[in-house]
């Protein structure tokens, strides 16, 4: 077996074609072997396997740094690179994380998780190389989906003002992790039909010499393309031409689905670990489909990622164009929106919490400094949401609450969330924004409110004195568990509160509560630094009031345990009650 002896790219350079091939092909079992039983990003890398084993034959890693795009295409490089395994053995699994990490290896540069960034780092090692009057090669490795990203495109605009070593790899698969969308993929596919020739060339009109490897999967053909432009002393794309999800029929044939993947069975693929019942993606995917059929200004808008609210293919199709997919570009999605909404549309924005930080500038200044009624869900922004170091979703309340004029609310059960979707859509005042709940879909048989136009009126679900408990979103739960051992273990009964409005203070309500309350505790799903607890802090700094704010501590988590994580910080009601019966007065 080739690849239980790779310890470091060397191993590899001794190798000939034929047993490299064979190296791919044991490549391929290891993945198979960690992505069918963990789980993980499929598709490409089983397309880049012949790549990558080209890159480390061709380049001498570290002291030429390649810096992967999203990370997304990394398991391959890590096999490589002395992490095999964490590929080839279960009890390795935790020993590596799912995208280039510095801290593993002397062979990645950055933590990278998301997309669009790798040309503009590259292009940084690039400068500082020529600075310092080094000579190693730097390459970027990106994928197509990843061009129609903003930042993507200005590194590769600017790449040819650098003047010296600089390869770009371009990984072609005609595919992001849903099709393909916009202008730019006409003309990648007129290179590919082309094979390179394509008279209308991106790379080329902005300054940039190119190649073009049609067999992105042959290894021989890659290790001549990448000798070609090593040691090249201007920048150069090679534009290579590879399958996603090669070598796994299905993944070929499913390569939306494969693109990351659950566990699996691998004769069927099949998942292993099934989440049976309801789910939010699906229920806001049939509300948006109900509301289109009726209305036809409405329109979805997703960023690359169209399962963020369950929009499927067969989905995406029944609603036509009134469903848009802007591609890996959130910035134009946001400013899109508020387009649609200044002209007497009814846009509806979803993307994941951690993606929507890539567009703080247009929700400010294109969106809310202009005041037009766009609606944003905000998907997996919870400490149950994504789990790794680059995918966080525990900042948007800091991040988003403190922009005027938007109106950010957190249901906290179903029923409360698609009410506030619907007030959402139809409302013509404000731009608003609202948190996908994360912790499960929770029903009530309670009614609750369809108006949310008399802003900041926060929700008292049950009057006590005391203590007052203001459970923001996801935490609400947790508030009413609270509660009951308040009043079990204090024989006091607090007050409950549901905010509602992540963006404001009802101040009326929290002036009331200093009659009959002396103690304030504030829940939130997010970190506490500049958070919603801190609002409420704030209000009552002058007063009598003692205030006690439970969310997270700012921090950068990585692949954590949500249980140990609500420990760490006192996020338990028996953790709460011991700090109640302490500080209460």
Not at 281 to 293: G, N
Request: glycine content about 8%.
């Amino acid at each position: 077996m080739y690849l239980e002896t790779v310890n470091s790219p060397k191993d590899i350079k001794k190798l000939k074609i034929q047993e490299l091939e064979k190296l791919a092909g044991e490549m391929r079992t290891a993945l198979m072997h960690r992505l069918s039983n963990k789980g993980g990003h499929f598709g490409p890398n089983f397309g880049i396997v012949e790549a990558t084993i080209a890159l480390h034959y061709v380049f001498d890693s570290p002291k030429d740094k390649i810096v992967f795009d999203v990370s997304h295409q990394t398991y391959c490089h890590k096999m490589l690179t002395g992490r095999k395994n964490g590929y080839l053995y279960k009890e390795h699994f935790e020993n590596i994380s799912g995208y280039s990490n510095p801290e593993e290896s002397e062979h990645d540069f950055f933590n990278i998780g998301h997309t669009s960034t790798s040309v503009s780092l590259a292009g940084g090692l690039a400068k500082a190389r020529d600075l310092k009057g080094e000579k190693e090669n730097i390459i970027a490795v990106i994928g197509d989906g990843s061009l129609s990203g903003g930042e993507a495109l200005e590194g590769i605009d600017f790449a040819a003002e650098l003047d010296s070593n600089f390869i770009i790899i371009v990984n072609d698969n005609d595919m992001s992790i849903a099709e393909n969308h916009g202008g730019l993929y006409r003309n990648l596919k007129a290179l590919r039909e082309s094979n390179g020739l394509a008279e209308c060339n991106l790379f080329k009109a902005m300054g940039l010499d190119y190649v073009y490897v049609k067999e992105g999967n042959n290894i021989e053909k890659l290790i001549e393309a990448f000798k070609q432009v090593k040691d090249i002393d201007h920048p150069f794309v090679v534009h290579i031409n590879t399958r996603k999800g090669k070598g796994y029929e299905l993944a070929e044939a499913n390569r939306e689905e494969f693109h990351w993947h659950m566990p699996f069975d691998v004769e069927t693929g099949r998942a292993t670990v099934n989440f049976d019942g309801e789910n939010y993606e699906d229920l806001t995917c049939d509300f948006l489909m109900k509301k289109m059929k009726a209305d036809p200004k409405v329109v979805a808008i997703v960023a690359a990622v169209p399962g963020v609210i369950g929009f499927t293919k067969e989905k995406r199709k029944e609603a036509g164009k009134q469903f848009v997919d802007v591609g890996i570009a959130e910035e134009h999605a946001v400013a899109f929106a508020s387009g649609i909404a200044k002209n007497g549309g009814k846009p509806v924005f979803a993307t994941h919490s951690s993606f929507m930080q890539r567009t703080y500038d247009q929700i400010s200044q294109d969106l809310c400094v202009n005041n037009n009624p766009a609606t944003l869900l905000v998907n997996t922004a919870s400490v149950y949401g994504m789990n790794d170091i680059t995918h966080l979703g525990i900042y948007d309340i800091p991040m988003m609450s403190n922009i005027p004029n938007l109106v950010y609310l957190a249901p906290t059960n179903c029923e409360e969330y698609f009410a506030m979707l619907n007030w959402s859509i139809e409302q013509t005042k404000y731009p608003v924004a609202v948190r996908i709940p994360c912790n499960g879909v929770i029903h009530t048989e309670k009614k609750v409110d369809t108006d949310y136009s008399n802003l900041n009126k926060y929700q008292i679900k049950e009057k006590g004195s005391q203590i007052a408990i203001i459970a923001l979103g996801d935490f609400f739960q947790l508030g009413e568990q609270l509660a009951k051992e308040i009043k079990s273990k204090m024989s006091v009964t607090p007050t409950l509160i549901n905010p509602r409005y992540i963006t404001g203070l009802d101040e009326e309500l929290l002036e009331s509560l200093k009659a009959e309350h002396q103690m304030v505790i504030t829940l939130e799903d997010g970190i506490l630094d500049g958070g919603f607890g801190e609002k409420i802090a704030r209000f009552y700094g002058p007063t009598h009031m003692k205030v006690l704010n439970y969310g997270l501590k700012k921090e950068f988590l990585d692949r954590y345990n949500v249980e140990d994580v609500l420990q760490k910080n006192r996020l338990t009601p028996g953790h709460i009650l011991d700090d109640v019966e302490r500080y209460r007065i």
